[in-house]
């Protein structure tokens, strides 16, 4: 009997962790839920099967999103929002009128897109459906979708096309959604993805990473850019937390 109690100890405590791993990065892929866990490729594929019937999850191919990266998702889904709203306040007041902007997707840079101001009037690329959706909501800003192949678990085009499609353009801001950062920099798991954002920081004056701070000090497979490329770090922590003192020396910016 305390056997079975254990084991459903450890499967509640596995599936809570991979929830806040789907919610935190928005994606995830089983292959390192499976590093990450010490436990079979199996398991998590019955973990997120589970989830994913329970509503708690969306699951893909080879992982699952958070139920947030859907256009249909509320407030009341989007994690970490009232972190994410005070982000997009502090990312706002960067915008100035005649700006061309370029940005990524994720549910930070979507709550950003939500709350801009009526009277902005700036031009927005975007290799996002789903921001594009909720910019083109605000009168006065011009945005340009940039198609190609959409990428099933991030939502976002992908592809030698798109990469093509930012080389031409000339940015004051970019806008980049980030999934791991530490002092090393930023980081991603999917290969197709690094190079749309490698793509988006070269054609960009700028890099603005808005982040919940729960991804600082965390490192994925593969990486973007160095932290001293980030023009500016911006967190829902004051500047002189503690917990950005490391990224101070790094980083041009820190608001």
Known sequence: MIITENRIMLKKERQAQIIKQINLHNKVLSSDLSLELNVSEDTIRRDLNEL????????????????????????????AYDEKHIIAQKTISLFQDGMTILCSGGTTIRTIANQLPENLNVTFFTVSPLISLELVEHPNTEVILLGGKLSNSSKISVGGEVVAKINEIKADLCILG????????????DYEIVQVK?????????????????????????????????????????????????FHHKVKHIL
Do not use: W
């Open 52 to 79: 994913a019937q329970e509503g708690k999850i969306v699951k893909v191919h080879g992982g699952a999103l958070s139920k947030s990266y859907n256009f249909t998702a509320t407030q009341a889904e989007t994690y």
């Open 178 to 189: 980030v999934n791991g950062f530490d002092e090393d920099g930023i980081s991603d798991s």
């Open 198 to 246: 490698k793509a988006m920081i070269k054609a960009s004056k700028k890099v603005i990473t808005p982040m919940i701070s729960e991804k600082l000090n965390s490192s994925l497979r593969l990486q973007v850019c160095s932290a001293e490329e980030v023009d500016y770090l911006i967190t829902e922590l004051p500047p002189e937390h503690e917990l950005l003192s490391a």
